[in-house]
């Protein structure tokens, strides 16, 4: 019914987990291909590594995650910082 979820939730039907998606690449994105519950199961369930790694890691989920983190987790923190750094300078310079 809607066009946005958010991210990591479940379609309770399919079970399709909605990902993000790369704006600039969205007309490659296909829907059909994201993970489902069962999927992810799967993958946690026939992980065979001998390292010991959180159970995200070792599903198809991963690269959604990383993608998550790298652009928009990691920039919204910078954003963050800056804006301090600069409320912080904004301060001392006060008297």
Same mark, same amino acid.
């Given at each position: 019914?809607?066009?946005?979820?958010?991210?990591? !939730?479940?379609?309770?039907?399919?079970?399709?987990?909605?990902?993000?998606? #790369?704006?600039?690449?969205?007309? #490659?994105?296909?829907?059909?291909?994201?993970?489902?519950?069962?999927?992810?199961? !799967? #993958?946690?369930? !026939?992980?065979?590594?001998?390292?010991?790694?959180?159970?995200?890691?070792?599903?198809?989920?991963?690269?959604?995650?990383?993608?998550f983190k790298t652009?928009?987790?990691?920039?919204?923190?910078?954003?963050?910082?800056?804006k301090r750094r600069?409320?912080?300078?904004? !301060? #001392?310079?006060?008297?």
């Amino acid at each position: 019914n809607q066009l946005l979820k958010s991210p990591w !939730s479940v379609h309770p039907k399919t079970g399709r987990v909605c990902v993000p998606i #790369d704006p600039d690449n969205c007309e #490659d994105f296909d829907p059909f291909s994201v993970p489902t519950i069962e999927d992810l199961l !799967s #993958d946690i369930n !026939s992980y065979k590594g001998k390292e010991k790694v959180q159970d995200w890691a070792k599903t198809r989920m991963a690269p959604y995650l990383e993608f998550f983190k790298t652009k928009f987790l990691q920039p919204l923190e910078a954003s963050i910082r800056a804006k301090r750094r600069e409320i912080a300078t904004k !301060s #001392d310079m006060t008297f």
